[in-house]
Structure formats: C-alpha cells, structure tokens
C-alpha cells in the first residue's frame, strides 16, 4: 500500500509584541516559510501585551485585527496583558460591574499615596471612575530611568508614550486618544482572553497560556475562574502583573504553564516563558513551535528557521497502511 502523510495541526505561541510592528512581521514570515502549508492551520497563541514601548502601537493593532480574515483557517488566540489591560482601563473598554465603582480599586493599594506620588497617576477628566491600572498607564512617571529594565521610562510606568504617539496624540490626552483609536482596535481590546486552555497530546500536557503566569500558592481553582470569567474588579492582576510568584509551574504536572511577560525566554518540561524581547529594541521577537519546542526568532535567517525545523514532530511523516 501506499504511504499516506500525516501533518499535525503545530501550536505557534509569539511573545511581546509592545508595539514592534517591523519585528512582527519579520517574525510572522519566518514562522510561514519555516512551517510551510502546516502554518495555515496552526493555533497561534499571541502571549499578549501588544502596546507600549515601541514605536508603532497602532501599526500592530492594524496587523492583529486583520489576521482572523487573511488566515481563516488558523486559530487565533489573543492574550490578555498588563500594559493591553492598562490601555483598556484608560479608554474606558472594561466591561462595568453593577454596583461598582472602579475606584474602589484604588483602595487598599500598599503605600498608594507614595506610588500615586511616584507613578503620577493619571488624574484628567474622567479619572474618577477609572480603574487603577488605566490611571498608572495614562500617567507620568516621576523617575526618568528604569534600573530593573536598564531603559529610560517612556511616559507612565507602563512606558505608554510611544502608543499615544503611534495614534498622533500627546502623552495623556485620554479624548484625544480616544476619538484617535479606531472602533475596530478598540473592539479587538474589549475581546482579549485572559486565559486560554487547550486540550494536551502524548508529548504536551494540557496547555494553560496565561501573560504572566499561575500562582504556585493560591488554589488553582481559584485562579481559572477568576481569568475565565475576566473579573475586574482586583485592583491587581497577578497573572497579568505578578513576577517571582507566578514564575513556577503550579504543582499539577499534567499542565503545561504558558506565557510571556517577564523578559525572558525560559523552557522546563512544564513551564515555559516566551519574552525574548521584553519590547527592548535591541532584542529579538521570539516564537516556540510546539509540540517540538522549536524556537523561532524575527532574526533570523530562513535557512536558520528550516534547519531548526527540518526535525520537528511536525514535519510531514510517512505511515504504512
């Protein structure tokens, strides 16, 4: 009989994007050269944060709402992250609580006077109702250099100015920005998942892609619900916002623990991290290919990406019949 081939259906998972649009695109026609037709059908997992730092917010935006329409027969999923969830905030996208005022998230902040002090948090027409972290992404941060980041900050301690210029507002101008971004940008933003699970395979766990992560000491349980049903009513997000806390795997070995949002690119059998970049400009744009782990990069060569790939399990297999 005959050989007949069997492709399996790859996993592309795409770190930090914050507003690198030329590194994007670089990266996407990396992944469709390297995978070939098995890229039309992939689930492509984008990891979140896709404003701030660089220089074309809106650019991106453009590039990831018209993905669903130019690959219809891919999956796309889009995460949300701290610096989408701050934007959101501040365009006042958040979907409202019945009896609650999104000012009660700024009760109970630890030292609040001295980081609203700190942060310059955003105080314009409308703050009065406005979540903390759209205050902290409108604002302006007082320190002009981040130790932790070894980067000037750029506007608010979420490093916003670049997106407000992307949309050819002033930092902090919250009507501008908003008559600015477009009904299809602002659609996309109201959408973004904070979680997305996906069933595993002999060589994949069950997949949990969260931004920043799950908290290895809080009930599971607790965790999923709170992400699936996007409660916004925490003044803090630790799985969009956490860093040591959430850098583990939870105890449960059968999840393969996804995300982005540290700066880092890190790989264990049940934890991965893709942020190469961390949206610095001198750092590369990265993707993982699963379930072979491959990991793809905006630059490098396409002769690099098809030898990286040449050995995949996803590579076309012969089978006896």
């Not at 590039?63 to 006042?92: E, I």
């Not at 799985?239 to 583990?248: A, H, I, K, Q």
């Amino acid at each position: 009989m005959a050989a007949t081939t069997v492709a399996r259906r790859p996993t592309v998972c795409i770190g930090d994007v914050h507003g690198h649009l030329i590194r994007l695109r670089a990266l996407w026609r990396n992944l469709e050269a390297g995978l070939g037709a098995l890229f039309a059908s992939a689930t492509v997992i984008f990891l979140g944060d896709y404003c701030d730092r660089g220089p074309d917010t809106a650019g991106v935006l453009d590039f990831l709402v018209a993905l669903p329409a130019s690959y219809p027969s891919q999956k796309h999923v889009f995460l949300c992250g701290n610096h989408d969830f701050g934007m959101s905030a501040f365009l006042g996208l958040l979907p409202a609580v019945p009896g609650f005022p999104f000012s009660r998230t700024w009760e109970g902040t630890k030292g609040a006077e001295e980081k609203q002090e700190a942060e310059g948090w955003w105080s314009g027409r409308g703050f009065e109702d406005m979540h903390l972290q759209g205050r902290r992404w409108g604002g302006r941060v007082k320190a002009k250099f981040n130790v932790k980041k070894n980067m000037e900050y750029r506007g608010s301690i979420f490093d916003s100015e670049p997106t407000f210029s992307s949309y050819g507002v002033e930092h902090g101008d919250r009507e501008g920005l908003l008559g600015a971004v477009p009904e299809d940008h602002k659609a996309f933003l109201r959408k973004l998942v904070w979680i997305y699970e996906q069933d595993g395979s002999e060589s994949c766990g069950k997949l949990v892609a969260v931004h920043a992560g799950l908290e290895a000491a809080r009930p599971l349980e607790e965790q999923l619900r709170v992400l699936r049903e996007k409660d916004v009513r925490l003044s803090r997000h630790e799985n969009m916002l956490g860093r040591s806390n959430v850098w583990n795997a939870p105890e449960a070995r059968s999840i393969l623990s996804l995300s982005g949002h540290h700066g880092s690119l890190h790989m264990e059998s049940h934890r991965l991290i893709i942020d190469e970049s961390g949206g610095q400009d001198n750092m590369p744009l990265a993707a993982v290919v699963l379930p072979g782990r491959q990991i793809v990069r905006d630059t490098d060569s396409i002769g690099h990406v098809l030898d990286g790939l040449a050995q995949s399990p996803l590579s076309l297999q012969a089978s006896a019949d």
